[in-house]
């Protein structure tokens, strides 16, 4: 794959993506959103693939929200679009991937940026990197699942002050108000993500892609996420994974899943 705008690379199951415009500190325009998309997808459809790694180039931002030159004259319609399409392409694709994909969050998450982040399944962040939500500021709302996702993983009051004051946080704040799972020197960010996914990696890979699946139903307007979960659960029990995984348990030896 040939792209311009992010690096992919992959060792041991995992894939590394970097958004790589820091001249622009990685803001999200509309090829790399593309360039995303397609690199996520084919991530997906990568048998080898096991985790995704997701980070922005250069020491000062993962990405600084999305690309403001290419929307600042856009109609109510193109606005509309914009965000519609940017959920669908990237940002809910994210989330839905069954493939785990982790953040690691290296310097300026704002606007769009900390919506990527918090699309991805969890987040590491340096403890240089500050997070926010800056769109009023800009006389507009956020409009890549900002809205919902923040509120959803750092309750409504929080997420409604940092909306309304278009504040940024600081990592440790994001620690521990559970925006991000880990704070690090940056230099030891990638060490630590990897170290992760080496963790979920010894695990099937089946059972996660449907724990994910059970996790995301709890956010879906009219779906029953207990009820994902008594069929997901039920599911597992017809896979190979879970056949291994309960026979090596008992023959005191590691699993080794087929369907990794
Ligand atoms: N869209 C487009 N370009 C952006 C950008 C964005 N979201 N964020 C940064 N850039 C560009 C700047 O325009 C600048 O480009 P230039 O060198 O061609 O002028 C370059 O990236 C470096 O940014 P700069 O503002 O000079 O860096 P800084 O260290 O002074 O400030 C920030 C860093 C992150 C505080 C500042 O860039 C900023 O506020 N960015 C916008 C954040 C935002 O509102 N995001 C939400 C968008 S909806």
Redesign the pocket.
């Known amino acids: 794959m040939n792209f311009e705008n992010i690096i992919l690379e992959q060792h041991d199951g995992l894939a590394q993506l970097t958004i790589n415009r820091p ?3 990685n ?3 509309k090829d790399t959103i593309q360039e995303l998309h397609e690199a996520f997808k084919a991530l997906e459809d990568d048998a080898d693939t096991k985790v995704i790694l997701l980070t922005g180039s250069g020491e ?2 993962f990405v ?7 929307f600042a004259h856009f109609s109510e319609e193109e606005g509309k679009h914009l965000a519609k399409q940017g959920q669908e392409k990237l940002f809910d694709f994210v989330s839905n991937l069954s493939t785990p994909v982790i953040a690691a969050v290296n310097g ?1 998450a ?4 900390l919506e990527l982040a918090m699309a991805c399944h969890f987040r590491i962040a340096s403890d240089n990197a ?1 997070m926010g ?3 009023v ?2 006389g ?1 709302i ?2 890549y699942g900002g809205t919902q996702r923040l509120a959803q993983l750092i309750g409504k009051g929080k997420a409604m002050e940092l909306i309304m004051t ?1 504040g ?1 946080i600081s990592a440790e704040e994001a620690l521990s108000c559970g925006l991000v799972n880990y704070v690090t020197p940056q230099d030891e960010l990638l060490a630590l993500g990897e170290k992760l996914a080496s963790k979920i990696m010894r695990n099937s890979s089946v059972a996660i892609a449907a724990a994910i699946r059970a996790v995301n139903d709890n956010y879906v307007d009219g779906v029953n996420g207990f009820e994902t979960e008594i069929e997901e659960f039920g599911a597992c029990f017809a896979t190979e994974d879970f056949k291994e995984g309960t026979t090596a348990f008992l023959e005191k030896r590691k699993p080794s899943f087929p369907g990794n």
């Open positions: 001249k622009k500190l803001a999200l325009n000062k931002a600084a929200g999305a690309d403001i030159s290419e300026f704002l606007g769009g940026g500050k939500l800056p769109e500021s800009l507009v956020p409009g278009a940024m």
